[in-house]
């Protein structure tokens, strides 16, 4: 994040962390990828340095003084996030935006307690910063007109392509991926061999199957982001009993492709407990479908984003969902996906090229 606000905006960027080793080894890394942009002749030295001269490192927040935006992306954890931004509050200028980089925290909670709570406002990356294009922009309930107007001109000048979303669990790309991870995990929780519920989702040509991206998320954090989800919705969202194991066992990699195939880890095998009550691919995708239909139907009843072709926009863009496929809810219309679980289609008829 430091190097592409250092990039695009040519602004001096100050990184702050818990002490000196971190901004360190935060400030080794964006000189470095500087350093490799340099040996790819995408930079000349001249700008290399410049690039590098822009971004520094301090412990204290003292160093946000005379900052015009500050961007926090500490652990995604309420009482921290409130924490350093209680903080930053202390030091910066009145009209200094706050904004957060938090994937599934209501910002309004994180805004509560501040004697600014207007100025407060989304800001979510998808990993990897420099490549996603998609920036969530979150209006929390205090948020004000300046303030958003703010992030969507500084999106802009990052060259992101920002949707504006409402402050609900985990927005839009998060929402959806996690619905769709716990049917597959839980799938496979109840009997569904690993392969099968695996190559499911093959016909619709994501970019990794769930396991790959469940395995690229970490399982520690993918079992956290679904605990927020299922504390928020119970019914729909699932805490998988074997990702807890893994994650309890301390396990970062849940599979291996030693054998020239993907399959289960040995030893995370070992802990996996499953039912017997297998799926087939088929059933799996179309438990998975329709889960996704039922979700993107919920977020535009709810309001999360103003029309299904902003859901469109940022699966697209933050999540990977094929081109080719004119985005999600075209796909589920296409398909008979929506009509069978909404009994409605998300797009009239010319839309998209649907038939
Ligand atoms: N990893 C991703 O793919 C991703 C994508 C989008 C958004 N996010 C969000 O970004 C945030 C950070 O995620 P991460 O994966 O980089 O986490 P991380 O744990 O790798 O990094 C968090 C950093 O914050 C620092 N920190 C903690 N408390 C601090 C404090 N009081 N003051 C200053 N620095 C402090 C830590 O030392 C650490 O360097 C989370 O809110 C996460 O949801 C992560």
Not at 220 to 249: C, G, Q
Request: with cysteine; aromatic share 8%; hydrophobic share 45%.
């Amino acid at each position: 994040m430091a190097l592409l606000f250092a990039q695009r905006l040519q602004v001096p960027v100050v990184m702050t962390d818990l002490d000196q080793a971190r901004v360190d080894k935060g400030l080794a890394y964006a000189h470095a990828e500087i350093d490799k942009m340099a040996a790819k002749g995408r930079v000349n030295g001249d700008k290399a340095n410049r690039l590098k001269g822009l971004i520094t490192g301090s412990v204290t927040k003292e160093a946000f003084a005379d900052a015009d935006f500050v961007i926090e992306a500490v652990f995604e954890d309420m009482k921290v996030k409130q924490q350093v931004f209680a903080e930053v509050e202390q030091v910066v200028r009145e009209d200094c935006v706050l904004a957060t980089n938090t994937s599934s925290l209501s910002v309004t909670e994180m805004a509560s307690g501040l004697k600014h709570p207007e100025r407060v406002v989304g800001f979510h990356f998808f990993n990897p910063v420099a490549v996603m294009p998609l920036l969530e922009i979150v209006r929390a309930e205090q948020t004000d007109d300046p303030t958003l107007a703010t992030a969507f001109v500084v999106g802009k000048s990052l060259k992101k392509s920002s949707v504006l979303v409402k402050d609900a669990p985990a927005f839009v790309v998060n929402r959806l991926l996690t619905r769709f991870l716990g049917e597959v995990t839980t799938a496979y929780d109840e009997g569904t061999p690993f392969e099968v519920a695996d190559r499911a989702l093959d016909p619709l040509g994501l970019p990794m199957s769930p396991f790959t991206l469940l395995q690229l998320v970490g399982p520690a954090v993918a079992y956290h982001v679904s605990e927020t989800m299922h504390e928020a919705y119970p019914d729909r969202f699932y805490v998988s009993a074997n990702l807890k194991k893994i994650v309890e066992a301390g396990k970062t990699a849940i599979w291996t492709y030693d054998s020239g195939t993907p399959e289960i880890d040995p030893e995370v095998a070992e802990l996996f407990e499953q039912g017997d009550a297998p799926l087939s691919e088929e059933q799996v995708r179309d438990r998975a479908l329709t889960a996704l239909a039922q979700e993107t139907q919920l977020m535009l009843d709810e309001g999360v984003v103003a029309e299904a072709q902003d859901i469109d926009l940022c699966m697209l863009l933050g999540a990977g969902w094929p081109f080719h496929l004119g985005g999600i809810t075209p796909y589920l219309d296409r398909s008979g996906v929506s009509e069978k679980v909404n009994g409605k289609r998300f797009l009239p008829a010319g839309v998209a090229s649907l038939p």
